[in-house]
């Protein structure tokens, strides 16, 4: 095997095991309020108000019914409510109730004095370095 080729592989399972990490020290951070996935539907639907179930599953490319699932978790915890739409109803829109969007802030600044600490023995330099990288990555696809 080339060097190129062990690079990529040590890259792969670095990414592999840093996302891993985050995952469930997110999880552990939450505890029992919500779940990372929970959290991150949660959190879509505020910056929109107000969203069609259809675009939850494709913004993140999950079956419609792994939507329906979580959805009802969140609906049973009167995190999220659900309106019909009146010309078709089929077509489902979700909102946060005000419980949901409380929960949402709660963990958002859990979540960020989580990455303060995660983040703490990197430069500024550092972490614009990180961010260009990752960026380059994924302007590459």
Known sequence: MDNRQQLIG????????????????????FGDECTSTEFTYLKFIMGKNEVMSS??????????????????????????????????????????????????????KKKHRYMEEKFKNLSDNEMKTLVKLFSKITSSS
């Open 55 to 108: 675009m939850l599953s494709q913004e993140f490319n999950v079956a419609t019914s792994h939507i329906t699932a979580v959805t009802d978790r969140l609906v049973k915890r009167d995190l999220v409510r659900r309106k019909r739409a009146e010309n078709d109803r089929r077509v489902i829109y979700l909102s946060l109730t005000e419980k949901g969007e409380e929960l949402v802030n709660f963990l958002e």
């Open 10 to 29: 040590e890259l792969e399972k670095s990414f592999r095991t840093t996302f891993r990490m985050f995952r469930k020290e997110i999880n552990d951070l």
